[in-house]
């Protein structure tokens, strides 16, 4: 059984939408542990859309559990998790205009720049992860970046509407995973994960963790939103 890392960047986005101070991401990463969370996920992106750094200290500093930074490879950042020391640093692809992380990263093309960021991390005492594609190219070039954890990105697989393709995706990130396991390096999942198409990939067997955010927090507005409600209910009587 795989563990579970829940990435609380949507709290901070709604809490963005109003430059607030609620929902508090922190509160949200102690009650995801409080519910057997194995680790918290946050990304902090260039443009600040969601997390803030601030978030990042106040999660160091009270988890209990382990912290995952998801970050790019821009020097401002890896500057940042230097000082922040998180347990885990995931590295993604990230452009302004994107919705969300497309695509993983293309280790092949960027090979110095990737292969120089996990030199810096690891030597700062963090392990690193590679956000990539299910593909062997890039599974060879991130085991000679010198990182020890894949996460195998799942977004096709989850987002494809036709039954048998996405048993094809299946299939694909399956046949990657075994031949990361096999060249040594740990192999997590994620992207686009959600109550439908999660079990499917947490039978994988070398997968040993999947990272889920969007899903989990848009389930929490729906399941929470009666008591909510009544709560309110309660004060305007
Ligand atoms: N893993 C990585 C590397 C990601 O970039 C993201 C999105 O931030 C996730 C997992 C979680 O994706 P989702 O929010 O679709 O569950």
Do not use: W
Not at 148 to 171: F, P, V, W
Not at 191 to 217: C, D, F, M, W
């Amino acid at each position: 059984m795989p563990r579970l890392g829940v990435n609380i960047d949507h709290v901070a986005t709604v809490r963005q939408a109003r430059r607030g101070i609620e929902p508090e991401p922190v509160f949200a990463a102690f009650l995801a542990q409080a519910a057997g969370a194995d680790a918290i996920v946050a990304h902090l992106r260039e443009d600040r859309r969601h997390i803030q750094d601030r978030d990042l200290f106040l999660l160091k500093e009270t988890l209990q559990v382990k912290f995952n930074l998801e970050m790019s490879v821009a020097d401002e950042i890896v500057a940042i998790a230097c000082r922040l020391q998180p347990h885990q640093a995931t590295l993604v692809p990230e452009k302004r205009q994107e919705l969300t992380t497309e695509g993983g990263l293309d280790i092949v093309k960027h090979f110095k720049k990737i292969k120089s960021t996990v030199g810096r991390l690891k030597g700062s005492g963090i392990e690193v992860s590679l956000f990539i594609d299910p593909q062997r190219e890039q599974i060879r070039a991130a085991k000679k970046t010198g990182c020890s954890i894949i996460e195998l990105h799942t977004g096709a697989y989850a987002a494809s509407m036709d039954a048998r393709r996405q048993k094809g995706l299946l299939k694909e990130i399956e046949g990657a995973a075994s031949y990361a396991h096999e060249i040594g390096l740990s192999v997590y999942a994620g992207h686009g994960l959600n109550y439908s198409n999660t079990a499917q990939v947490a039978r994988i067997k070398p997968i040993e963790e999947l990272n889920i955010g969007h899903a989990i927090i848009s389930r929490a507005i729906l399941v929470g939103i009666e008591r909510a409600v009544r709560e309110m209910k309660a004060l305007v009587v």
